[in-house]
């Protein structure tokens, strides 16, 4: 018989959709430990997106301790790199009158407007120099179709074109991701319910991003993520 505080606990936790597939697993059984058939994907840890970039994430520095440590358990280890042409479709200043975080329509629908970043072969579209992901065999460039933005490392912003990750982690015999970078309400969020979408267990380790949060996305993306079967968790809850 289940005493009441942990019955209570139990109720609660699946009223707050905490209980995924998993069940109470990861939370009553102690630590997950990712495994061969689980990858860690890294999100754009770039220049461009910490302290001094082109596109600050506040605080985007502070997940590299956290990824380089969240490394040393995985055996496979996934990096993806925003790799913009010059004059590309998501920043503002391509179109006349246009200013940063304004959006506009693009042929696939909507688009937020961004400072110019991550232009390819710059030091601002760089990995960020601590980065220690020993594991790390493939990294996946995203965004270089002039006309077309990807937040996502495994479609495009048309929802359509593949990068190829899915086909990648399948061949590997990768079930499970764990989504960790910047930021976390765009290009974290959007990899990661594409994940779901090509069949993963898909985790976002929380405290391995951070956020953008404009006009309320950081809120939004979680609500949607966790629609979408994505679990969140603390990089302490793993092994
Ligand atoms: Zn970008």
Known sequence: MMSSSRRTFVQSAAALGLLGATGMRAF????????????????????????????????????VPVINKLATAFQNIVV???????????????YQGKKPFETTKLSYGTQVLWPDHCVQGTDDAALHKDLKLPTAQIIIRKGFHKEMDSYSAFDEADHKTATGLAGYLKARGIKTVFVTGLATDFCVAWTAMDARKAGFDTYVIEDATRAIDLNGSLAAAWKQMAAKGVKRIQSADIA
Do not use: R
């Open 80 to 94: 993806t790199q925003d790799w913009h042409t010059p004059g590309h479709a998501s920043f503002a200043s391509t």
């Open 28 to 63: 009553a059984a102690g630590p997950i430990k990712p495994g061969n058939k689980a990858a860690l994907i890294v999100v754009d840890v770039q220049n461009c997106f910490v302290s001094g970039g082109t596109l600050p994430v506040k605080g985007g520095e502070d997940v």
